[in-house]
């Protein structure tokens, strides 16, 4: 059973950098057939795509978050990771991490959610 | 980037009756594949959102059959022929021809 646990700073301050790993548990995150990605939704909103990687590292981006975002992967850990530089108030958001299939469906698993405040 | 319109907003429906969310999209979803990229999720209060259809119509494993999806280009519609409490969330639409991009969300609530 594939399991994703999101874990990083709930409280991050104004114009730092938002760092967030997400652990695969079941495997397969060094298999070339999934990619792994993050997803936000602001409070009360709805979810907003950030972008994913595979697990050679290659990634893509939302284009309205591109020149802040980093998504990498450590598949000897298990586990991919958000950089989002630059925050601000509008940054704060539930953040999801989520496996997609190449080929097949995205995003059909999820990790519960990890809420992250920027505020100073 | 492509916009994904849900309509309505909020519904409320009695157990038992039918309810009916759209979803535009301000492009054609339709592959040259052959494939549409049209997606239905749902969450749960309380949960993280879980795929409920793909392709338009395809259930996801595990899902009732009383939930359909229909559509084509750019109009699509899903479908639950008999409400029941446990389908109460919100349900969200979502393109994944060019990246990801989610409709606002529709929120279900049971009268």
């Known amino acids: 059973q594939v399991r994703l646990q999101e874990s990083g700073p709930g409280l991050v301050k104004p114009s730092q950098t938002l760092s967030l790993t997400c652990t695969v548990s079941?495997?397969?995150?060094?298999?070339?057939?999934?990619?792994w990605s993050w997803i936000r939704q602001h409070p009360g909103k709805g979810l907003e795509w950030i972008g994913y990687t595979y697990y050679s590292g290659s990634a893509d981006y939302n284009p309205s978050l591109k020149s802040r975002v980093a998504i990498s992967v450590d598949t000897s850990k298990s586990q991919f990771s958000l950089n989002l530089s630059s925050v601000t108030a509008a940054d704060t958001a539930v953040y999801f991490c989520?496996?997609?299939?190449?080929?097949?469906?995205?995003?059909?698993?999820w990790g519960q959610g990890t809420l992250v405040t920027v505020s100073s | 980037d492509i916009v994904m319109t849900q309509t309505p907003l909020s519904l409320s429906v009695t157990p038992g009756q039918p309810a009916s969310i759209s979803c535009k999209s301000s492009?054609?979803?339709?592959?040259?594949?052959?494939?549409?990229?049209l997606y239905w999720y749902l969450e749960k209060p309380g949960q993280s959102p879980h795929l409920l259809m793909f392709?338009?119509?395809s259930r996801f494993s595990g899902v009732p059959d009383r939930f359909s999806g229909s559509g084509s280009g750019t109009d699509f519609t899903l479908k639950i022929s008999r409400v029941e409490a446990e389908d109460v969330g919100v349900y969200y639409c979502m393109q994944g021809i060019h990246l990801y991009t989610f409709g606002q969300g529709t929120k279900l609530e049971i009268k």
């Open positions: 492009q054609s979803l339709l592959h040259s594949d052959g494939k549409t990229y």
């Open positions: 079941g495997g397969f995150i060094s298999s070339g057939g999934y990619y």
């Open positions: 392709e338009v119509s």
């Open positions: 989520a496996r997609g299939v190449v080929g097949g469906n995205p995003f059909d698993y």
